[in-house]
């Protein structure tokens, strides 16, 4: 069973910077697309940040030049760097993944449950 487990959330002041990790476990084959979400209270979740499998990179247009992805594959490992938080960035950020378990043919798309981000003063 693949699962996908976020960490690193919690309070930072505005301005501040915060890491979340996510990791990826379970009877893996392959890890093609990783992303991370969010959602705020009271609006739809939304995409944040994606890595491709080439390590090619995209950002919503509200992050660019704050938040940085990355991933370790030798680790099954994803990353965001979050820098020059603001207030509207207070979310649940989840985890997201294309990952294909190691007795299937294709691969399925998983969610991690999701980790607190709270930017305040």
């Known amino acids: 069973q693949v699962q996908l487990v976020e960490s690193g959330g919690g309070l930072v002041q505005p301005g501040g910077s915060l890491g979340l990790s996510c990791a990826a476990s379970?009877?893996?084959?392959?890890?093609?697309?990783m992303a991370w979400y969010r959602q705020a209270p009271g609006k739809q979740r939304e995409l944040v940040a994606r890595?491709?499998?080439?390590?090619?990179?995209n950002y919503a247009d509200s992050v660019k030049g704050r938040f940085t992805i990355s991933r370790d594959n030798a680790k099954n490992m994803v990353y965001l760097q979050m820098n020059s938080l603001k207030p509207g960035d207070t979310a649940v950020y989840y985890c997201?993944?294309?990952?294909?378990?190691?007795?299937?043919?294709?691969?399925?798309?998983?969610w991690g449950r999701g980790t607190q981000v709270t930017v305040s003063s």
């Open positions: 997201n993944g294309d990952i294909r378990p190691e007795d299937a043919p294709y691969g399925y798309n998983y």
């Open positions: 379970g009877n893996i084959g392959s890890i093609n697309n």
């Open positions: 890595i491709f499998s080439d390590g090619t990179t």
